[in-house]
């Protein structure tokens, strides 16, 4: 990255003639450039103000892990496959693990064109300082080109800042040019009509109280609708986990809009979509499983002695056998007459509002109906949270795990109604339970679900006796897991509902109308 970037107003001849007279110049290379700029589908590295560029230097790629400002934080070989676990062991897999995670590090622009690379000497010709001249151009689809403006980039050297800044003030001064505002990264996006971020799972439509219900109902379905289709393609293609989750977590948050709102929008469509987006939600759910799975398997072999973790490698041969398998399945639903006229009426639904007046909460003020509405499912919460006690059955916590994730669903929607500070406390609280109640939901089930694999692994044949005997240690480590978890519940329950939290619910969304009494 550069110490500073410039457009070039003139020709690179003519300024580099007034460079020679100033300074003594080196010629370093000449040749094309081959940029990529990395990020995943979500750009945790741009959140995290990070840029990854992978570049070709003689037919080598490198890859470089810089901060904004441009300093260098790692650098290493680019892997042949774009997760953090396939890079070697070293700083820059280490920088990425825990910003990426488990998603793919996909290009999000391409760059061709020339580049002319000088080294600025002292009087000892000892390098003090670069200078690069770019003719950039951006790749689009089907390798279409758009040429940037020409551009001089100044890289100053650790040790010689004085020698850069001297650089930069004569070509900021007698040569009369000006700074870039933008880099090379953002003008790159921008030729390609996107920009940095713009994908997001998260919910905030910036809703005004006094908006008709209806209205703010369909804004909140359309941006679902959009990051559902937005993970489409990457779920057809298994780019990486992550794409699947947030295209069912998208269909769960149209599930529960729909069911917890019942009357903003014609009950006769409304139920019609509602068992749609429920079929949606069933065949999604074999793959999404076993994505689960395979992400838990590191931790699944925390559960065993290091001398044994190796025995689960079959397992993990026989998810990935049947993850595979899902996928195809899930795509060709994907791919079906049903999908594609479930998508085309549900776009024409929420693109053409009619008879919200004759709905009873469609014309009503959007604050209120999601008062009501938040302040009914909070009181439900703590009804079934305090009805469980040491000796509760796992459906009942299942239960409540389920209203869980419909009062945090409503609260994302309408947060923009509601104080930042005081909504974000009462989301950050409510899911320290929700960690508790999924904790243990997905620990029982992988319980009852690993013996299911066991017999199905013996099923299909050859599956070493040590595998089974693993997986058999294993559920009994998931079972002494889940009994932990079990005890966890009361406090992490206490928590949420302690009184300063109540009060907090109170004061955001009850109001003094007999409707909420």
Same mark, same amino acid.
């Given at each position: 990255?550069?110490?500073?970037? %410039?457009?070039?107003?003139?020709?690179?001849?003519?300024?580099?003639?007034?460079?020679?007279? @100033?300074?003594?110049?080196?010629?370093?290379?000449?040749?094309?450039?081959?940029?990529? %700029?990395?990020?995943?589908? /979500?750009?945790?590295?741009?959140?995290?103000?990070?840029?990854?560029?992978?570049?070709?230097?003689?037919?080598?790629? !490198?890859?470089?892990?810089?901060?904004?400002?441009?300093?260098?934080?790692? +650098?290493? /070989?680019?892997?042949?496959?774009?997760?953090?676990?396939? &890079?070697?062991?070293?700083?820059?897999?280490?920088?990425?693990?825990?910003?990426?995670?488990?998603?793919?590090?996909?290009?999000?622009? $391409?760059?061709?064109? !020339?580049?002319?690379?000088?080294?600025?000497?002292?009087?000892?010709?000892?390098?003090?300082?670069?200078?690069?001249?770019?003719?950039?151009?951006?790749?689009?689809?089907?390798?279409?080109? @758009?040429?940037?403006?020409?551009?001089?980039?100044?890289?100053?050297?650790?040790?010689?800042?004085?020698?850069?800044?001297?650089?930069?003030?004569?070509?900021?001064?007698?040569?009369?040019?000006?700074? +870039?505002?933008?880099?090379?990264?953002?003008?790159?996006?921008?030729?390609?009509?996107?920009?940095?971020?713009? %994908?997001?799972?998260?919910?905030?439509?910036?809703?005004?109280?006094?908006?008709?219900?209806?209205?703010?109902?369909?804004?909140?379905?359309?941006?679902?609708?959009?990051?559902?289709?937005?993970?489409?393609?990457?779920?057809?293609?298994?780019?990486?986990?992550?794409?699947?989750?947030?295209?069912?977590?998208?269909?769960?948050?149209?599930?529960?809009?729909?069911?917890?709102?019942?009357?903003?929008? *014609?009950?006769?469509?409304?139920?019609?979509?509602?068992?749609?987006?429920?079929?949606?939600?069933?065949?999604?759910?074999?793959?999404?499983?076993? /994505?689960?799975?395979?992400?838990?398997?590191?931790?699944?072999?925390?559960?065993? *002695? #290091?001398?044994?973790?190796?025995?689960?490698?079959?397992?993990?041969? &026989?998810?990935?056998?049947?993850?595979?398998?899902? %996928?195809?399945?899930?795509?060709?639903?994907?791919?079906? +007459?049903?999908?594609?006229?479930?998508?085309?009426?549900?776009? /024409?639904?929420?693109?053409? #509002?009619?008879?919200?007046?004759?709905?009873?909460?469609?014309?009503?003020?959007?604050?209120?109906?999601?008062?009501?509405?938040?302040?009914?499912?909070? $009181? $439900?919460?703590?009804?079934?949270?305090?009805?469980?006690?040491? =000796?509760?059955? #796992?459906?009942?916590?299942?239960?409540?795990?389920?209203?869980?994730?419909? &009062? $945090?669903?409503?609260?994302?929607?309408? =947060?923009?109604?509601?104080?930042?500070?005081?909504?974000?406390?009462?989301?950050?609280?409510?899911?320290?339970?929700?960690?508790?109640?999924?904790?243990?939901?997905?620990?029982?089930? @992988?319980?009852?679900?690993?013996?299911?694999?066991?017999?199905?692994?013996?099923?299909?044949?050859?599956? #070493?006796?040590?595998?089974?005997?693993?997986?058999?240690?294993?559920?009994?480590?998931?079972?002494?897991?889940?009994?932990?978890?079990?005890?966890?519940?009361?406090?992490?329950?206490?928590?949420?509902?302690?009184?300063?939290?109540?009060?907090?619910?109170?004061?955001?969304?009850?109001?003094?109308?007999?409707?909420?009494?």
């Amino acid at each position: 990255m550069p110490y500073r970037h %410039y457009l070039l107003g003139e020709d690179q001849k003519s300024l580099l003639d007034r460079l020679v007279s @100033q300074f003594t110049l080196a010629e370093e290379s000449h040749g094309s450039l081959a940029l990529v %700029y990395l990020d995943t589908f /979500d750009w945790r590295l741009h959140q995290a103000d990070l840029r990854l560029v992978e570049e070709d230097l003689c037919g080598k790629a !490198r890859i470089d892990l810089r901060h904004v400002d441009g300093t260098l934080l790692a +650098s290493g /070989d680019f892997p042949a496959k774009v997760f953090a676990w396939d &890079f070697p062991p070293g700083s820059l897999r280490q920088a990425l693990e825990p910003l990426i995670e488990m998603r793919a590090l996909l290009p999000v622009a $391409r760059l061709g064109g !020339r580049r002319d690379l000088y080294a600025v000497l002292d009087r000892r010709e000892k390098t003090v300082a670069r200078i690069e001249f770019l003719a950039p151009q951006v790749r689009g689809n089907e390798d279409n080109r @758009q040429a940037l403006p020409p551009r001089l980039l100044v890289h100053s050297l650790k040790g010689f800042a004085p020698e850069a800044r001297r650089l930069a003030d004569f070509l900021e001064g007698p040569c009369g040019l000006t700074r +870039s505002e933008t880099g090379l990264f953002d003008e790159s996006l921008a030729a390609l009509g996107r920009r940095p971020g713009d %994908y997001s799972s998260k919910i905030n439509h910036g809703l005004t109280p006094a908006l008709p219900a209806g209205q703010a109902l369909r804004q909140v379905l359309r941006q679902l609708f959009t990051t559902l289709l937005a993970n489409q393609p990457g779920v057809e293609t298994a780019l990486d986990s992550e794409f699947l989750h947030d295209f069912r977590v998208a269909v769960r948050r149209t599930r529960t809009a729909l069911a917890q709102l019942k009357n903003v929008l *014609p009950a006769r469509e409304v139920e019609a979509f509602r068992k749609e987006f429920a079929w949606l939600g069933s065949i999604t759910s074999p793959a999404r499983d076993l /994505d689960v799975y395979l992400l838990d398997f590191p931790r699944f072999q925390g559960f065993l *002695p #290091p001398e044994a973790r190796a025995d689960l490698i079959p397992f993990r041969h &026989f998810l990935q056998r049947h993850q595979r398998t899902e %996928y195809q399945r899930l795509v060709k639903h994907l791919q079906s +007459s049903r999908f594609r006229a479930l998508v085309c009426r549900w776009r /024409d639904f929420l693109e053409q #509002p009619g008879g919200l007046e004759e709905t009873a909460d469609g014309m009503k003020p959007i604050d209120q109906v999601a008062d009501r509405r938040i302040w009914k499912i909070y $009181r $439900r919460v703590l009804r079934e949270g305090q009805a469980i006690g040491p =000796q509760s059955p #796992p459906a009942e916590l299942h239960e409540l795990r389920k209203t869980c994730k419909k &009062f $945090r669903y409503l609260m994302e929607f309408f =947060q923009s109604l509601y104080p930042a500070e005081d909504i974000g406390r009462l989301i950050k609280a409510l899911k320290g339970l929700q960690d508790n109640l999924g904790a243990y939901q997905d620990l029982h089930v @992988q319980v009852e679900t690993l013996g299911r694999f066991s017999r199905e692994m013996v099923a299909e044949g050859d599956t #070493p006796a040590e595998t089974l005997l693993a997986l058999g240690r294993l559920v009994e480590g998931l079972d002494r897991r889940q009994a932990e978890v079990r005890e966890e519940f009361s406090e992490r329950f206490a928590r949420f509902a302690r009184e300063e939290n109540q009060r907090l619910c109170r004061t955001l969304f009850k109001s003094s109308s007999p409707e909420q009494a």
